[in-house]
């Protein structure tokens, strides 16, 4: 399946929230999630927010409402249980950022900010969010069973780390895809991973140790990894 394609397929049941009242914001916003594959609405006070049913999958929230203040609209859809929320505000301060955070907020975009870096965050979370379905992912010699958390290759129990399996599951969740390295940490870690990106490089040596297989883990220079060899 094209990379496009199994994006399309994976973002159709997702509802996207934009919580914006400037226009100009909003309006390109829903525009650009909707190209993107997902179903997008938006709203541009709290208030509507809270009355919107079915709960969305993501809300994208801004903190300066003209109703509310945005870490309480925050506050109260976590308490919907709104599976994901990302505030997305020109207030950078730490304080903002703490504050919207300790609310229930699962990541955190200062305005101005590029649609492509949202819909990785977007990603990111529902990632989180919605698990992916428990099933046996099969590349070649190896399975991974996601539910389980087992991996075997031909046949045999590989013991991994839990940071190992979760990279090894994002990088069979599409098998032959280059995975970049921002979107394993994203996957392995989380969205707000600051530390070096030197660690994923060890991860994967020892990973590769581990399955034994030569090339099944393969590098992509300045791309980042996908799972090879299958044949």
């Known amino acids: 399946m094209a990379q496009g394609t199994a994006l399309q397929a994976a973002q159709d049941a997702f509802r996207v929230l934009v919580v914006e009242d400037d226009p100009g914001i909003g309006g390109p916003l829903v525009r650009g999630?909707?190209?993107?594959?997902?179903?997008?609405?938006?709203?541009?006070?709290?208030?509507?927010?809270?009355?919107?049913?079915?709960?969305?999958?993501?809300?994208?929230?801004?903190?300066?409402?003209?109703?509310?203040?945005?870490?309480?609209?925050?506050?109260?859809?976590?308490?919907?249980?709104?599976?994901?929320?990302?505030?997305?505000?020109a207030?950078?301060?730490?304080?903002?950022?703490?504050?919207?955070?300790?609310?229930?907020?699962?990541?955190?975009?200062?305005?101005?900010?590029?649609?492509?870096?949202?819909?990785?965050?977007?990603?990111?979370?529902?990632?989180?969010?919605?698990?992916?379905?428990?099933?046996?992912?099969?590349?070649?010699?190896?399975?991974?069973?996601?539910?389980?958390?087992?991996?075997?290759?031909?046949?045999r129990e590989i013991a991994l780390t839990p940071k190992e399996f979760d990279i090894l599951r994002c990088l069979a969740a599409d098998a032959g895809r280059v995975v970049s390295r921002q979107e394993i940490l994203e996957t392995a870690w989380d969205a707000h991973w600051y530390g070096p990106t030197k660690v994923l490089d060890v991860h994967i040596a020892a990973l590769r140790r581990k399955l034994g297989v030569p090339g099944l883990v393969e590098t992509v220079y300045g791309r980042g990894f996908r799972l090879a060899g299958s044949d």
């Open 33 to 89: 999630l909707r190209r993107a594959g997902y179903e997008a609405s938006g709203v541009t006070t709290g208030r509507a927010a809270l009355a919107v049913t079915p709960a969305p999958d993501v809300v994208l929230l801004d903190l300066g409402l003209p109703d509310m203040d945005g870490v309480e609209v925050c506050r109260l859809l976590r308490r919907r249980s709104v599976p994901a929320i990302i505030v997305v505000t």
């Open 91 to 155: 207030r950078g301060e730490e304080g903002d950022r703490v504050a919207a955070l300790d609310e229930g907020a699962d990541d955190y975009v200062v305005k101005p900010f590029g649609l492509a870096e949202l819909l990785a965050r977007i990603r990111a979370v529902l990632r989180r969010a919605r698990p992916q379905e428990s099933r046996a992912l099969v590349h070649g010699p190896l399975t991974v069973n996601t539910r389980a958390r087992r991996v075997t290759v031909g046949g």
